[in-house]
């Protein structure tokens, strides 16, 4: 979601075939546990989480907003697979909306805010969490106001918290107005390093983005890649669990990013941390997106859809791009944000 909205090189494309869901031959992806995603609820009027097995089977609903609550999305497994992170929006829609992260046990129980406590006065809302490998901390964004009458606010960042929602820490973005925002937080295995994609809101041009790493504690921001400018506000990186690679989209961080967006095209790539090895991964029709590696570092799952809009399933696919694999087959129910639970 777009901070300034709410609170808060050429692509080929080919037919690539794509086996459904149910039809078995994952090659051994059951090992790393459960697929978790986002997606509408049509008799709730709802956002709400679901998990299911990598093939698509036992297909569970895991969250329900309760009134005045909606849109739970961007899910994160803790390391340890006992908690899911997540994103909730308050008085969607209303003067007062905000958003918050949450946290939920596997089989929906145990909902607790981490955020709202500690976002007052300008904090105007917290989203995107990301566990750190030791399961001890948790990185996420937060925008802080007061929000102009038109634009973006002040700082969109980077923060660090404890598991528990104290000791709150800022990592990027410490010049208000700065013309750039930042999303889409992710660690490196060993916990010393957070990679995430920086695009302009003020700045021009509008949407440029690149992504970068910073350290955990804070300082030595380091670029890794800029994104071609015809695909705006595109990164959205994830760290591999062996920490050679970082796999990310072409497609709009935000969802849609205007006119200068392609409708379809976006691809899934990787990159060492260096901003060495660039590797396309996908040549799919319509777009992959939202990408997210295996525990095993095997598997990746992502989004996928026809073309630009609030349409789309998940999929899995071997680390290579090989073997791709329908886990939901509801488009019109707009599954996306998929992250894959720990190794059991």
Same mark, same amino acid.
């Given at each position: 979601?777009?901070?300034?909205?709410?609170?808060?090189?050429?692509?080929?494309?080919?037919?690539?075939?794509?086996?459904?869901?149910?039809?078995?031959?994952?090659?051994?992806?059951?090992?790393?546990?459960?697929?978790?995603?986002?997606?509408?609820?049509?008799?709730?009027?709802?956002?709400?989480?679901?998990?299911?097995?990598?093939?698509?089977?036992?297909?569970?609903?895991?969250?329900?907003?309760?009134?005045?609550?909606?849109? !739970?999305?961007?899910?994160? *497994? @803790? $390391? =340890?697979?006992?908690? #899911? +992170?997540?994103? %909730?929006?308050?008085?969607?829609? &209303? /003067?007062?909306?905000?958003?918050?992260?949450?946290?939920?046990?596997?089989?929906?129980?145990?909902?607790?805010?981490?955020?709202?406590?500690?976002?007052?006065?300008?904090?105007?809302?917290?989203?995107?969490?990301?566990?750190?490998?030791?399961?001890?901390?948790?990185?996420?964004?937060?925008?802080?106001?007061?929000?102009?009458?038109?634009?973006?606010?002040?700082?969109?960042?980077?923060?660090?918290?404890?598991?528990?929602?104290?000791?709150?820490?800022?990592?990027?973005?410490?010049?208000?107005?700065?013309?750039?925002? !930042?999303?889409?937080?992710? *660690? @490196? $295995? =060993?916990?010393?390093? #957070? +990679?995430?994609? %920086?695009?302009?809101?003020?700045? &021009? /041009?509008?949407?440029?983005?690149?992504?970068?790493?910073?350290?955990?504690?804070?300082?030595?921001?380091?670029?890794?890649?800029?994104?071609?400018?015809?695909?705006?506000?595109?990164?959205?990186?994830?760290?591999?669990?062996?920490?050679?690679?970082?796999?990310?989209?072409?497609?709009?961080?935000?969802?849609?990013?205007?006119?200068?967006?392609?409708?379809?095209?976006?691809?899934?790539?990787?990159?060492?941390?260096?901003?060495?090895?660039?590797?396309?991964?996908?040549?799919?029709?319509?777009?992959?997106?939202?990408?997210?590696?295996?525990?095993?570092?095997?598997?990746?799952?992502?989004?996928?859809?026809?073309?630009?809009?609030?349409?789309?399933?998940?999929?899995?696919?071997?680390?290579?791009?090989?073997?791709?694999?329908?886990?939901?087959?509801?488009?019109?129910?707009?599954?996306?944000?998929?992250?894959?639970?720990?190794?059991?």
């Amino acid at each position: 979601m777009r901070y300034a909205k709410v609170l808060i090189g050429a692509v080929c494309l080919a037919s690539v075939a794509v086996v459904a869901s149910g039809s078995g031959g994952h090659d051994g992806a059951d090992r790393n546990g459960r697929i978790v995603f986002q997606r509408i609820d049509r008799e709730a009027g709802k956002i709400r989480l679901y998990t299911a097995r990598p093939d698509g089977r036992d297909e569970k609903a895991l969250t329900l907003p309760g009134p005045s609550e909606d849109k !739970d999305s961007i899910p994160d *497994w @803790s $390391p =340890d697979g006992r908690l #899911i +992170a997540f994103r %909730r929006f308050f008085h969607l829609g &209303e /003067p007062g909306e905000t958003s918050d992260v949450l946290v939920v046990r596997p089989d929906g129980s145990g909902v607790r805010n981490l955020t709202r406590a500690g976002c007052t006065g300008d904090c105007l809302g917290s989203e995107t969490p990301a566990w750190s490998p030791d399961g001890r901390q948790i990185a996420f964004e937060r925008a802080i106001g007061p929000l102009p009458a038109d634009g973006p606010p002040p700082i969109a960042g980077i923060f660090v918290m404890d598991a528990d929602g104290s000791n709150v820490r800022q990592l990027t973005q410490f010049r208000r107005n700065a013309g750039t925002e !930042d999303h889409g937080a992710t *660690w @490196s $295995p =060993d916990g010393r390093r #957070i +990679a995430f994609m %920086r695009a302009n809101n003020t700045n &021009e /041009p509008a949407n440029a983005s690149a992504i970068y790493t910073v350290s955990a504690r804070g300082g030595d921001l380091r670029l890794v890649r800029r994104m071609p400018l015809e695909w705006p506000a595109a990164g959205n990186p994830d760290w591999s669990p062996d920490g050679g690679r970082l796999l990310f989209t072409t497609y709009c961080y935000f969802g849609q990013c205007g006119g200068s967006q392609p409708s379809t095209g976006a691809q899934l790539f990787t990159v060492r941390p260096d901003g060495k090895g660039l590797r396309q991964l996908t040549h799919l029709p319509g777009n992959a997106y939202n990408a997210r590696w295996s525990p095993d570092g095997r598997k990746i799952v992502f989004a996928r859809n026809e073309r630009l809009g609030p349409t789309g399933d998940v999929y899995t696919m071997n680390a290579d791009g090989t073997n791709v694999r329908r886990v939901t087959n509801a488009p019109e129910l707009d599954a996306h944000k998929p992250e894959w639970g720990p190794l059991r």
